[in-house]
Antibody, heavy 115, light 112 residues
């Protein structure tokens, strides 16, 4: 069974930084593209970023390009999202999801951006 | 960007009755490999999203057969043949043909 467990969400001030992690199990991690998708409180789903299995392909939503960096450590079966220059509008539950078609999702981690 | 438009945004249904959600894309979702990457997700209250349907009409493992997807090009539909109480939640379509990936606004299904 595929399991994805996000962590790292926290309360951070505007302009601050945060690193989210997603620990994966039950899948061939290095063969799987991985994604971050976010959901602001009471809102819909927004795709944030995708990384290919080897890490050689990375894609970003315009809203986070230049501020967020997606990465992975295939030796640890872990996906990361490095978030810099956080804005109030980045506040959301962040989900990691497996493969190009978002087949499996984690339970999410909450990022709050407030002074 | 491909704009995904769902309707209705709210869908009150009677238990045991059918339900249908429409999703339209601003561009064709047919990819160069011939596949159409249109997915449907269910998000029950307080839970994370779960994929129900991929490539328009393929049901994920464990998804009841009362859920079905159909459509082509820019026009797609999710149908629930007989709504059950556990189907309450928000349903999203998402296109995975073009970058950036985009979701519909969501359709909230509730019991009358």
């Amino acid at each position: 069974e595929v399991q994805l467990l996000e962590s790292g969400g926290d309360l951070v001030q505007p302009g601050g930084s945060l690193r989210l992690s997603c620990a994966a199990s039950g899948l061939s991690f290095s063969s799987s593209a991985m994604n971050w998708v976010r959901q602001a409180p009471g809102k819909g789903l927004e795709w944030v970023s995708t990384i290919g299995g080897s890490g050689n392909v990375t894609l970003y939503a315009d809203s986070v390009k230049g501020r967020f960096t997606i990465s992975r450590d295939n030796s640890k079966n872990t996906l990361y999202l490095h978030m810099n220059g956080l804005r109030v509008e980045d506040a959301a539950v962040y989900y990691c999801a497996r493969d190009w078609q978002l087949a499996n999702w984690g339970q999410g981690t909450l990022v709050t951006v407030s002074s | 960007d491909v704009v995904m438009t769902q309707s209705p945004l709210s869908l009150p249904v009677t238990l045991g009755q059918p339900a249908s959600i429409s999703c339209r894309s601003s561009q064709s979702l047919v990819y160069s490999d011939g596949n159409t990457y249109l997915n449907w997700f269910q998000q029950r209250p307080g839970q994370s999203p779960r994929r129900l349907i991929y490539k328009v009409s393929k049901r994920d493992s464990g998804v009841p057969d009362r859920f079905s997807g159909s459509g082509s090009g820019t026009d797609f539909t999710l149908k629930i043949s007989r709504v059950e109480a556990e189907d309450v939640g928000v349903y999203y379509c998402m296109q995975a043909t073009r970058w950036p990936r985009t979701f519909g606004q969501g359709t909230k299904v509730e019991i009358k």
